[in-house]
């Protein structure tokens, strides 16, 4: 790649990043904060101290003897009430006179090292970082060993960053909102719809971000020691950004208690409980009426007491502010809500509520100073997980070369590739052989995407690879983009595309939408294509002399109903938003030099559906007195543009159960009670119809074994996705959900035996209206994608 385009477009889109966020967030004084630059290497280095002219052996807390936590007390012993509070904004001030550093808490890696977060910036030190595809289109790839080997690389370079000074140990990402509704402007972020795909997501990003290698199991979480420390995002419900209007600071999300259990937290305590995540952002909105980050029961009982957090729980930005400024919460002053929100177990203000109205809010009598000391141990015990008392990690040697390396740009590629979804494929156009399509029309709005590709919360790329350049790679190109902009309000740009399709051996079409459409702080009204663009597509696709292939640039789904049924277009693509290497990887998905195997991670729904319900109504189910239709594939099975986990191949496989086990016979003890639930009239209902998961020990497991041959002529992955159906009858529970998956790659003609072990209780189980785990007997289903694979399970208590 030439280097002077590359330079071009990485001040494009550190310019677009920072205009975006200072539009879009209540934080004009946040971009203010001093520069991530730091110029020490860990706090505990004596000749540190020397140079300080303090007496080392005097503190307690760099005495490696002594456990964190009793490091952590001796430190925070020695503050003073105004040191503490200046050291619980997400700008901590560090103490001069106890050789205290500040640190700045604040970085960001949702899918590469990003300079959103002022804890990190790039220069010519580290001009980029390698920017890989954006969450939606990762998650596609159902492949739980990428999600956690890019967490590797990007912990990597963002340890590389902070010895060279230019980044923080503290990222706060991943973003693990479940997808309620299709017009969710951070869907781009996130890993889908479905809970449990979501949970292991964000367990798989956050081990490869956090574990340091041969200390995983540490049974001592106070003392694991953390490669970086990852955080999960946004808790709890928090999925309308700015909907006609209605704003996340002052919405309220009325929610149950059984799609909390079920759907919102189920992510989270995923992230918590397997993931060891060490750090949990609460949200901006309000949940039944209480700001998220003020809720003691959200915080401080679930996710540190049920869960077993180790680690901090830190605000959404500004959101402590947000709460007594735009959610009038209880009339709060300020120190009401500091009063409330370290009560409610929030140990860290991204913003500077706490560090200015910690002292008062004491010396108003509001809070105690053990609340205080509680948040900061939170705190400072992370730090130490991290080394930055001590050195020592294992990291110091990384460095420049290990950011953007081959290796990690080759993964940024690999990943775009096996996140690329194959929504049709008429007649098997695709691939395409290079030696019959040598002349492309290459049209559209996206057909020269670069800083479209990163999406959002990007940092600098290594450099940049636009469909255009991917495709150069494979066939003469012409290029029209067929509209001015994504908004494609003028349509006389369309007949300059009309014209290359006409004379090209084929037309690729790069459509979609971009941050000007979906992104934080901006919900979309509709799931139509902007502008004219479906007159460009239909438009070219009548008159192109060779096949016509439509690729789609997007996070959330788009009504292409047009586009599926138009037999002049041969084949569609969604390519999400793929990242640096985008290109390359969609011109290797078209010219047959990878095979997809991408699914969607969230239902395709038609446009028609966001007139049938308002983007402020929480329920995943149905609500029939309003005539809402259900949300998601669990709870919706109405016509779709294409639904959840669908996604073609270039080859063929082929499914044969070889063994399963059918039944599972539970033997109660005398004491566990048969819990009643709803079943509709005139179904059979079991005599014991369920019991509390809580009742049971849960060890018995649903195994089966399956085949799966490639019978096709070229290599390829298949997703295997697993579901359990529950007993027919039950009353308003989910159609189906996912409950286990696998992408198995086969060599064509090669067969491979794939095995599922399943736990009963996480795999059948489901959440009554009341908010109890229970596990229902009968007749369950386990059915493979499609149906490719299914056999009953008999649930019976003894
Ligand atoms: C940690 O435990 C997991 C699950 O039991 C296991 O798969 C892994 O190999 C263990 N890792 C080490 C380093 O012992
Ligand atoms: C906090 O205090 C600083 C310094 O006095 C001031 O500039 C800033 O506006 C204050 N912020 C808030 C949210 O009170
Ligand atoms: C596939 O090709 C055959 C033969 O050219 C044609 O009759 C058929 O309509 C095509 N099918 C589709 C779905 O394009
Ligand atoms: C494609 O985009 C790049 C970066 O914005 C630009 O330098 C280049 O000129 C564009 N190519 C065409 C053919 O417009
Ligand atoms: C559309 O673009 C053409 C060519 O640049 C321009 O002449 C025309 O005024 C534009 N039309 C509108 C409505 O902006
Ligand atoms: C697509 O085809 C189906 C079935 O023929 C039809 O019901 C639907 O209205 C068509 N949709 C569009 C957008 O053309
Ligand atoms: C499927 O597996 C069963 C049991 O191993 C075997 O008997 C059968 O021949 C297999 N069928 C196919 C089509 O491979
Ligand atoms: C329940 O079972 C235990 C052990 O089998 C027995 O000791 C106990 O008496 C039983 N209790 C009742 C109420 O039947
Ligand atoms: C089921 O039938 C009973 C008796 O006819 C009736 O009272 C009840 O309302 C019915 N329940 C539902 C959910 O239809």
């Given at each position: 790649m030439a280097s002077s385009p590359i330079m071009m477009i990485s001040v494009l889109s550190l310019f677009f990043i920072f205009t975006a966020n200072a539009r879009v967030f209540p934080r004009r004084s946040l971009l203010d904060d001093p520069p991530a630059v730091n110029n020490f290497t860990f706090v505990c280095d004596p000749s540190r101290y020397d140079k300080l002219g303090l007496d080392f052996s005097s503190f307690g807390f760099c005495d490696s003897s002594l456990s964190f936590p009793e490091r952590a007390k001796d430190l925070i012993d020695r503050m003073t009430l105004s040191e503490k509070a200046a050291q619980l904004g997400h700008v901590a001030s560090g103490v001069d006179r106890l050789g205290l550093p500040p640190y700045n808490w604040w970085s960001e890696a949702l899918h590469g090292v990003s300079n959103v977060g002022p804890g990190t910036q790039f220069d010519k030190v580290v001009p980029g970082a390698t920017s890989f595809p954006n969450v939606i289109t990762t998650a596609s790839s159902f492949n739980e060993d990428l999600w956690k080997t890019i967490g590797q690389a990007v912990s990597t370079e963002a340890r590389a960053m902070y010895n060279l000074g230019r980044a923080g140990l503290t990222y706060w990402s991943p973003t693990i909102n479940v997808i309620r509704d299709p017009r969710w402007g951070r869907t781009v972020e996130t890993p889908g719809e479905d809970p449990f795909v979501v949970g292991k997501y964000a367990k798989n990003y956050v081990r490869g971000l956090q574990d340091v290698e041969g200390s995983e199991n540490v049974t001592d979480l106070n003392s694991r020691p953390l490669k970086v420390s990852s955080c999960c995002k946004h808790y709890a419900a928090y999925d309308v950004d700015n909907w006609l209007g209605v704003e996340r600071y002052s919405f309220d999300a009325r929610v149950t208690e059984q799609d909390m259990l079920e759907t919102f937290n189920k992510p989270f305590e995923m992230c918590v409980?397997?993931?060891?995540?060490s750090s949990v952002m609460c949200s901006y909105n309000r949940v039944n009426g209480i700001p998220t980050c003020a809720d003691p029961v959200l915080?401080?009982?679930?996710?540190?007491?049920?869960?077993?957090?180790?680690g901090y729980i830190v605000s959404d930005c500004d959101s402590v502010k947000v709460m007594v400024e735009d959610a009038h919460y209880l009339q709060d002053t300020n120190e009401d809500a500091v009063a409330q929100t370290l009560k409610a177990?929030?140990?860290?203000?991204?913003?500077?509520i706490y560090p200015n109205y910690t002292e008062s809010t004491v010396r108003q009598g509001k809070v105690g100073m053990r609340n205080i000391d509680n948040a900061l141990n939170n705190l400072y015990v992370v730090l130490m997980r991290l080394g930055?008392?001590?050195?020592?990690?294992?990291?110091?040697?990384?460095?420049?070369?290990?950011?953007?390396?081959d290796e990690h740009i080759e993964l940024a590629t690999e990943a775009a590739r096996q996140g690329t979804v194959l929504l049709k494929n008429d007649n098997d156009t695709l691939p395409f052989d290079p030696s019959n399509y040598k002349?492309?029309?290459?049209?559209?709005?996206?057909?020269?995407?670069t800083s479209a590709m990163l999406g959002n919360y990007a940092g600098v790329p290594c450099r940049m690879n636009s469909p255009m350049d991917g495709l150069s790679e494979y066939a003469k190109v012409k290029y029209q983009m067929g509209c001015d902009s994504v908004a494609c309000k003028n349509d006389t740009f369309i007949f300059g595309a009309m014209e290359a399709a006409r004379t090209s051996d084929a037309t690729v079409i790069f459509v979609g939408i971009d941050l000007s459409i979906e992104a934080e702080s901006l919900d979309r009204v509709d799931l139509l294509l902007p502008g004219y663009q479906t007159q460009l597509v239909q438009q070219v696709a009548t008159v192109s002399k060779g096949p016509v292939v439509l690729v789609i640039l997007s996070a959330g789904g788009i009504d292409v109903s047009f586009a599926k049924n138009n037999s002049n277009i041969k084949a569609i693509i969604w390519a999400g938003y793929p990242g640096e290497e985008g290109g390359r990887a969609i011109a290797d998905v078209i010219f047959g030099k990878f095979n997809p195997g991408g699914r969607l991670p969230l239902t395709w729904y038609e446009n028609d559906y966001v007139y049938q319900l308002p983007m402020t109504s929480m329920p995943l189910r149905p609500v029939k007195s309003l005539g809402y239709p259900g949300r998601t594939y669990k709870f919706y099975d109405g016509p779709v543009v294409y639904p959840f986990g669908h996604g073609l191949s270039y080859t063929f496989f082929l499914h044969n159960l070889t063994s399963a086990k059918r039944s599972i016979a539970i033997d109660l003890s005398n004491r566990t009670q048969c819990r009643d639930i709803a079943y509709t009239n005139g179904t059979f209902k079991p005599e014991c119809p369920a019991v509390l998961v809580d009742d049971l020990t849960c060890t018995e497991e649903i195994e089966f074994q399956m085949e799966v041959e490639n019978t096709g002529e070229r290599d390829g992955s298949q997703v295997l996705l697993v579901y359990s159906v529950p007993p027919g009858g039950i009353s308003s529970t989910h159609i189906k959900q996912v409950v286990g998956f696998q992408r198995v790659f086969l060599k064509a003609g090669d067969s491979e035996t794939v095995t599922f072990k399943l736990n009963a209780c996480k795999s059948l189980g489901l959440v009554d209206f009341t908010g109890y785990n229970l596990l229902p007997a009968g007749g369950h289903t386990i059915v493979v994608g499609d149906g490719e694979v299914s056999f009953p399970v008999e649930l019976s208590f003894n």
């Open positions: 409980k397997e993931g060891d995540v915080l401080k009982d679930t996710i540190r007491g049920n869960w077993g957090l180790h177990g929030l140990d860290l203000d991204c913003g500077q930055y008392f001590d050195g020592n990690t294992g990291f110091e040697s990384l460095g420049k070369p290990d950011i953007c390396s002349t492309l029309a290459v049209v559209g709005p996206h057909a020269n995407a």
